[in-house]
């Protein structure tokens, strides 16, 4: 968001998926180093993007809490500020994979970006607001606000809201203003965005206008209904647990799904990997559907919360015809993406190794 | 069900709401008593109807108990029994007055009766299994199956099940064999049923197989994509919720909707009121669109879990033309009935006041 020709930098190298709501994704192909520009930065929104006046933006800070207060953007902007690197990624990326098509925006490879975000911890307002010792979660409400067109659907208009452990609240979330040092644009929820690292993005709420704290475990319409999945506990029957973590998984950014690459040669396969409770330890590349995996080449350093980047040098077949690739992750725990879909995750959590395909001419 | 002539019994007299899976209704103008005959008791199902040999059938106790068990029918019989009444009511019951219309079987009143229940308190089996200190929850398990259509659903086949607290269960849940004194039969669950006193019936588990115990709260498809409503808690947040107590409510069983009554003559209104966490205290008539309402006479004595009948000699107009009748309960604790629905209960909950129309003649 660097001119005032807005409308063109939206768009501008960005597929649309959606116009209203806007929903727009990087092409993954175009993945370009650790940090991805905001102009490149994937774009979700569920309501019309609230235009706000940073003079006009409260932040109230309530709920379970003995000193209840609310703020304003300059109040947040002289608070001691951090700035932290963290990877966000839509819960519905990759849709477009899935053999069952479902409902949502059909997100392929791009739903996802890495950016530096200079904020305040939300523990600092935390503290400043004296949490009471029964509050359990924190609930992180935005100023976008529609109704729900199905039911089972709350009466009226609702706004994006979700809850994270207070635990986690009291961790490592920023209430960021500035993304690669930039203000945020309205696109990503200026004036404030709650950063929730290591979580799907639907946690990191935009237009951050509210923050509660609740001595009750919270389910939102944006953590049952949606953004939910199911999980096989007690005696493996199904129960709807709300989306949080990332997990592992690596993607290939080059080359792009459907490229031609040239017969006999070396090809360079770029990619990210990120996810998981640990770092990533190991990325595998497999050209003959799974059969064997040859390691790829981890660069930098690991990042706490971000994702990591790798290449691989893969020597393409003499033979003209499809091929696929396919990229795996394992973290440090040991933990190694599924080759298989897990269906109890409906239209989220596509975590599974992907197929990429490419003709050898 | 007490001839060999199944079909015959089990359409005869009630309205059949669905035949896949069967949904039955009693038309409510048929109220007799405090007791429901057990052929005229309303039947709701989600899945076909479980053919259970008492011979084959084995309960399972399980989870987050010491010792797990599990026990078959003459088991069952053997141990000390108990005969409680309890008033069922589908949760779904007066759908038909919704107006503006929902998904769901389209009952009218009769999706509610009231029987007297004999078999064994839920809390010997625990007491026998030794519940763990962890537990916090017990998870009630249906032999009825089959696959959802609509997302978000869980892969493949699911049973029915519903959990409840720990207390609740500890305190007056009953595994029934008999239901006013004759076996239960197919369609209410045979060989066991478990009765939820107070709840609304998707609680009282038909064709019991299992029961576990959980130390976490269960949130299985039938306490939150189904069976659920929106709760204002935190901050007026909505916040799903699984269904639980019975509402209180007052029904009219006659005149019977769309009725004919006589001009100028007293006219006996019949009705039954139940629900809430405390006694009916009071329930009124009104026959002049909710301005003025007069005391409707108790009948019999208070039974806890089970409805009250009422009766009121309404006094008719001598002109003829379209009347309104209405009945609301209050309960000993000082709530009454709400005039209007909450539109945040969805298609469930329907406890508003609901207009009987009739016509003087």
């Not at 919270?218 to 506990?233: H, L, V």
Request: net charge negative; with cysteine; charged share 25%.
């Amino acid at each position: 968001m660097k001119s005032a020709d807005k409308q063109n930098d939206l768009l501008n190298g960005l597929i649309v998926r959606e116009q209203e709501p806007l929903n727009l994704e990087m092409p993954f192909s175009t993945l370009s180093g650790f940090t991805t520009p905001n102009e490149s930065f994937y774009v979700r929104c569920h309501f019309p993007i609230p235009e706000i006046a940073a003079a006009d933006w409260r932040l109230k800070v309530e709920g379970e809490v003995e000193a209840p207060f609310e703020l304003g953007y300059d109040d947040l902007l002289q608070m001691e500020a951090r700035t932290v690197p963290a990877t966000l990624e839509c819960a519905g990326n990759n849709r477009i994979f899935l053999e069952q098509k479902v409902k949502g925006v059909q997100w392929e490879l791009g739903a996802v970006g890495n950016a530096s975000w200079t904020g305040v911890p939300l523990s600092a307002l935390l503290a400043r607001a004296k949490v009471k010792p029964g509050a359990i979660e924190v609930i992180l409400e935005g100023a976008d606000e529609g109704e729900i067109a199905n039911p089972p659907r709350p009466a009226g208009k609702i706004r994006f809201a979700r809850s994270i452990p207070l635990s986690k609240a009291q961790d490592d979330v920023l209430l960021a203003y500035e993304m690669n040092g930039e203000k945020l644009s309205a696109t990503h929820g200026f004036p404030v965005r709650a950063i929730v690292p290591g979580w799907y993005a639907m946690a990191s709420i935009k237009w951050l206008g509210r923050i509660i704290a609740t001595s009750k475990p919270f389910a939102g319409y944006y953590q049952s209904i949606d953004y939910s999945y199911w999980e096989r506990t007690s005696g493996e029957l199904p129960t709807l647990r709300p989306l949080a973590e990332q997990q592992l998984k690596a993607e290939i950014a080059r080359p792009e799904n459907g490229a031609a690459v040239p017969a006999s040669a070396t090809v360079k396969v770029h990619g990210a990997a990120w996810g998981g409770a640990a770092e990533i330890a190991k990325v595998e590349i497999s050209a003959d559907d799974g059969r064997t995996w040859s390691a790829a080449q981890l660069l930098g350093e690991p990042v706490k919360d971000a994702w990591r980047l790798w290449e691989y040098d893969w020597r393409t077949p003499a033979t003209p015809g499809p091929q696929t690739l396919m990229a795996r992750a394992t973290d440090s725990r040991g933990h190694t993406q599924s080759p298989a879909r897990n269906a109890d995750h409906g239209t989220y959590m596509i975590s599974h190794v992907l197929p990429i395909r490419v003709e050898v001419r």
